[in-house]
């Protein structure tokens, strides 16, 4: 089955910097774009950044473009999440994410790890 496992969260000061983790397992992995979602507290989930399946191509949230950047190995089955010059209002929980299939894909998701920017 699909499993994705995020780590690499924590408590950060303002102008810091966090790098997330998200291994993935159960399904193809080279064959599938990748995606970073984050939800803050009292607030929908958005899409942060995207990685098309062999990491070519890249999509930003207009909020973390010059500061985060996403990469993926397809050896190993992980996408990262690079995240500099961290602001109070990138508090939130950063999920990885997959959709799978053509006419009724399915969106799978890991189980978020907490980033807190906060001095």
């Known amino acids: 089955q699909v499993q994705l496992v995020e780590s690499g969260g924590g408590l950060v000061q303002p102008g810091g910097s966090l790098r997330l983790s998200c291994a993935a397992s159960?399904?193809?992995?080279?064959?599938?774009?990748m995606s970073w979602y984050r939800q803050a507290p009292g607030k929908e989930r958005d899409l942060v950044a995207r990685?098309?399946?062999?990491?070519?191509?890249?999509n930003y949230a207009d909020s973390v473009k010059g500061r985060f950047t996403i990469s993926r190995d397809n050896a190993k089955n992980t996408v990262s999440l690079q995240m500099n010059s961290l602001k109070p209002e990138d508090t939130a929980v950063y999920y990885c994410n997959v959709r799978i299939g053509s006419i009724s894909a399915i969106s799978y998701w890991g189980k978020g790890t907490l980033v807190t920017v906060s001095s």
């Open positions: 990685i098309s399946s062999a990491g070519g191509i890249t």
């Open positions: 159960g399904f193809t992995f080279r064959s599938y774009a």
